[in-house]
């Protein structure tokens, strides 16, 4: 029976395809496009050569002269070429297909650029598998393998085809090895382990574990590996459970408990000890004991766990941790972590290192020994960045290819280590995107310039500045002409994008607020076109693609390794507009979401100039009063966010804030903001607020200067009012839409104030909204404060300028910035189980996918200097505020008086400044459009399905009222909501916003730090 199903087997085997029709059928489908008219006619020998590698190659051309046999001897077990394959593929199946892989890449792209049309070949691919060759694929799970293969990576599918091909009726033995595993949908269904007799044994529920751990459920797979910990007795899971327990991988951090399972993985592990040794030298979870620390270290050593050897030997060469400084020790324990037997399992720090003793040990200067040259090419190798470094200077390239050398940061995938870029799309070239492409950090990204239009000839002088800042910097420039949705598309297909579906991460940068880190971004969507519509469109075209993406399941790898926080969006538009675009988009996207910044140049502006020269900047002055007098020229977007952001922050206790708006076409921006505002004006008289005044008045009449001056003979009444404020004013802000007239305005001022003072004592703090970054690095250069002509007021126009692009929008303003930081603190401090993992993602999503929440945040974080000030807390030069460093002395302060007052039975300094807070946020919640709700309409709400205490659409919240209005549990409007909640059987939590405030004021120094 056997041999008839062979025989069978056999007489189907004769109609698969051979390795010359595939050859033959490339080409007649004019996949493999760089293969030219001459190309075509390659032989047989020649084509082998093209794809496979060089070893196989070889033995072909050794062993038969008969190249035709190889391909079409099927019904014979004796064809060399299966048995050779098979043979490769049982020994070195990585290296191998890797191989394959790499020379059909080289065949699919030519100059970096695909070379096929993706869908052709994947059909092409998947009709030779499977209707052709379906003999060989019966479970439908390799149907789907091959289709995600073909999706994420053509040249390995194609490879993988011929080797299919090669293999013959061999292919099914091998199928599993050669078939790509990266998909987890692929991975063995739980049932198999769950279903199975052995399904309460401890090795299934360890392998249960482990799919739940690779598929992102992490919780449950650690709740699984502490139940079969004991019963297994492996030091590799109580390993695994240590490190889950010291990061809070699936878990709340617990350092105590992870030191308790390092230590029973140290008993029979070198990596256990490895660990608990990492614990006693840095204290985590324990007290630091250097000399525990030690012992562990040298234990782990002792069956020459590299990362041990590397440490002792790092501490021997610069005498750390107890040890002496002693380089020959340092140098053996870095050539047994070097691994002389097999340098490819070797520590490449240890190999680097050696290398580096070595060459220092070499009297002869500028000669490099071979010896030291062979650990700098076993470290470039294994990844070492450095190692690359000093051969490239080396100029070594006797055995590296260049690509190997180049010294840039790699991944590796499937043991093939190749260039990976971050890469950032960009669908404008303006005086922005230059900025921002230029600030981008490191060389390795790829930017991306989609739907450009190359006719007009300033676009194209544009286009290759920007190439030219781009490649300049190590980088790669192409562009795209097609929308950004379909380069993204694109560049995924084609594998650039693979690191969103690969877990590893390469940056960490920094506290949240918790003890979860935000990584840095490697994808990165800047959409600054000056049609913001356009903006608009290509931003929510982006998420419900990337969504679409997540919800069909095709990459699920996505949002565990979180998409969020791989990817930026930064996107011009006006804000308002914006977010109720946004938001929406954002709020369906449920567990999904992504960072998306509305970068809003007027509003950017207002918030950059109150965080770096505050509006209390003339009252720093010894003897100087404590009101604050704000003039305001013009009547643009950048007035109008000054004056709603002002009053957002510049609520202190005992400091008067004035707001004077001019211009001649006053009557329209006093419209605007009376209806945007109007809670300003109806808002009950104990809310403390600051109402602007608006005075029409043409600042270009020759009589303007007049003003200035200490006669008011034949001036009208207004021009009265108006030369009264502008003496008394003390900050001065020129921000009209002409960025030339405003600086030549702001000179004006200056040399009127002066001219027209007896006593040359009216300094103010002027400055002037100019958006153009050299224009605003000239006035720098000739005009603003410690500079060349140093302070003195009769040398210096000290004129500041704000709103320049080169401020507002390079990377690192826009990913790490200050205040972004601060502001994402804030939020997440609203959240008191923000330390646990999905609590903290919740927050974090809450953050980005409502702009009311970023909004809220960013004015709180701008406040905390105000709020510092106001209690007597100052730096002692204006131009040292928005630097980090020096602002962290102002948490310390701040942090001393706060509790000096807690030794008060009322702590009434901590109630001060809650009330503070709390004003603050009644002017923040009225600029923003909102009012006070009464109890009556919070019930009728509530009664209509509302869940919460306030409205967003109708912007109604009770909580708008005088701190004393709040009450408590028992009496006031927080009771009375609560009543009306609790009546109505919400299980919604209400929060007391009291205690709230108090939490904002005693984590300040948090904050600021």
Known sequence: MRKQNDKLYWNQCKHLPTLNTIFDKLYDEDIILNFDKDKRSLDRVQRIETFFTEELAAEIKQRSRSYLSWFLNCEKDANPLMKKLCGMLKDSTNELLSAMEEKVYKQLYIKEEPQFENDKLKIFIIEELVIKFSVFIQNPKYLNRLEFCCDINPSRALSRLIIFVALGPYAPGVMELILPEEDSRLLPEYSIYLNSNSAEEPESICKYAELLYKEGHRDQALILFTKVAEDICDPIIFCRIGKMLQIGDGCNIDEKGAIYYFKRSAVNSAEGCYEIAQCYRNGIGCERQIDKARHYLERSAEHNFNLALRDIGSAYYNGDIGYPKDVHIAKQYFERGGCLDNPKEGDMTCQYMLATIIEKETKESGFCPPTAL???????????????????????????????????????????????????????????SLIFVETLPGSDWKVILCDCEEKENIQRRKSKTLKSKVEKSGGIFEIYEGPMVEAFEYYLAIGELFFLTNSFNRYVVGDLGSDLNEYEPDLLFFLFNPNQDQNLSETVSLLEYLYKLKKEEVYEQMDAVGLSNRSRFFVKSEIEFATLILDSVLSGMRDCFFAVRICDPAKDAAEKLLSIAPLFLPCLKEGAPKNIGLVLFGSSESVLWLIKDAISVAYMEGISLSITVIDTNVKSIESRFRRECQGIYKAH??????????????????????????????????????????????????????????????????????????????????????????????????????????????????????????????????????????????????????????????????????????????????????????????????????????????????????????????????????????????????????????????????????????????????????????????????????????????????????KLDENLIKLTCKFIG
């Open 374 to 432: 062979g650990w700098y090419e076993n470290a470039a190798r294994n990844g070492s960045i450095d190692a690359k470094q000093r051969l490239w200077d080396l100029n070594w390239n006797e055995t590296l290819p260049k690509e190997i050398l180049k010294p840039q940061k790699e991944r590796a995938v499937d043991n093939l280590y190749v260039p990976s870029p971050r890469v950032c799309f960009i669908n404008t070239i303006s005086q922005e």
């Open 685 to 994: 008289e104990s809310i403390k607020r600051v109402i602007p005044v608006f005075y029409k008045f043409d600042f270009n009449s020759d009589l303007f200067n007049e003003l200035f001056s200490y006669s008011y003979l034949e001036m009208s009444e207004d021009e009265k009012k108006i030369s009264v404020l502008l003496k008394a004013a003390n900050y001065i802000v020129v921000g009209t839409d002409n960025e030339h007239y405003n600086l030549k305005l702001a000179t004006d001022l200056r040399t009127w104030y002066l001219k027209y003072d007896p006593t040359f004592k009216r300094n103010p703090f002027i400055t002037a909204y100019c958006k153009d970054s050299h224009l605003a690095w000239q006035a720098k250069k000739l005009a603003v404060v410690n500079e060349d002509l140093g302070y003195d007021w009769f040398s210096n126009y000290n004129i500041h300028c704000f709103g320049a692009f080169s401020q507002l929008y390079t990377y690192q303003e826009l990913v790490n910035g200050l205040l972004e930081k601060r502001a994402r603190t804030i939020h997440l401090s609203y959240y008191s189980d923000s330390e646990n993992v999905q609590s903290y993602k919740r927050a974090y999503k809450e953050f980005f996918s409502r702009q009311y929440n970023r909004d809220s945040s960013l004015l709180c974080a701008i406040h905390l200097i105000y709020r510092v000030y106001a209690v007597g807390i100052r730096l002692s030069e204006w131009y040292y505020y928005g630097d980090l460093e020096q602002e962290i002395g102002l948490a310390d302060a701040y942090h001393n008086w706060l509790t000096a007052g807690a030794m008060d039975i009322d702590n009434q300094r901590l109630l001060k400044a809650s009330q503070m807070e709390h004003e603050r946020w009644n002017a923040f919640m009225l600029t923003r459009g909102w009012d006070q709700a009464s109890t009556m309409q919070v019930m009728a709400y509530i009664q209509r399905g509302n869940p919460r205490q306030q409205l967003y659409i109708a912007k109604l919240h009770p909580y708008i009222c005088a701190w004393d209005e709040i009450g408590d549990d028992d009496y006031g409007i927080q009771s009375q909501v609560k009543q009306i909640m609790g009546r109505l059987h919400l299980s919604k939590t209400i929060p007391n916003i009291k």
